[in-house]
Nanobody, 125 residues
C-alpha cells in the first residue's frame, strides 16, 4: 500500500522560506512522478509542482514559478519542495501526491491517486 507522509510545514513571515518533505513507501518510488498540491478552506485543491520519475523535468504553477523548487531523491524515497520568498497567499495545507501509473506525469489533480495527509503552511504579513 502506498503511503505518503509530509513534513516541514509551519509558520513563517512573508519573504521567508520553508522546506517541505514527503516520504513515500509501498512501491518502487523511482518509477513514479510526484506532485505537490495545496488547498485553502472553501477552495479547490490546486496544483503547485510536479517532478517526473527520474527527476529530469519539473513543472510549476505560474503562481510559484521562480520561488519554489521541487526535487527528489530516489535513493531515499523522498520528494522535497523548497519554498522561498513566501507570500501570505501561499498559506494553505500542502499535500504530496503520486499517480497510479508509472512514468507518467500530471499537472492536474485528477491524475493523482495517492495522497498524503497534508502539512499546514502559514505565511504572515
Amino acid at each position: 500500500q502506498v503511503q505518503l507522509v509530509e513534513s516541514g510545514g509551519g509558520l513563517v513571515q512573508a519573504g521567508g522560506s520553508l522546506r517541505l518533505s514527503c516520504a513515500a513507501s509501498g512501491r518502487s518510488f523511482g518509477s513514479y512522478a510526484m506532485g505537490w498540491f495545496r488547498q485553502t478552506p472553501g477552495k479547490e485543491r490546486e496544483f503547485v509542482s510536479a517532478i517526473v520519475s527520474h527527476g529530469g523535468s519539473t513543472y510549476y504553477a505560474d503562481s510559484v514559478k521562480g520561488r519554489f523548487t521541487i526535487s527528489r531523491d530516489n535513493a531515499k524515497n523522498t520528494v522535497t519542495l523548497q519554498m522561498n520568498n513566501l507570500k501570505p497567499e501561499d498559506t494553505a495545507t500542502y499535500y504530496c501526491a503520486t499517480p497510479s501509473a508509472p512514468f507518467t506525469t500530471y499537472t492536474t489533480r485528477g491524475g493523482y491517486t495517492f495522497w498524503g495527509q497534508g502539512t499546514q503552511v502559514t505565511v504572515s504579513s
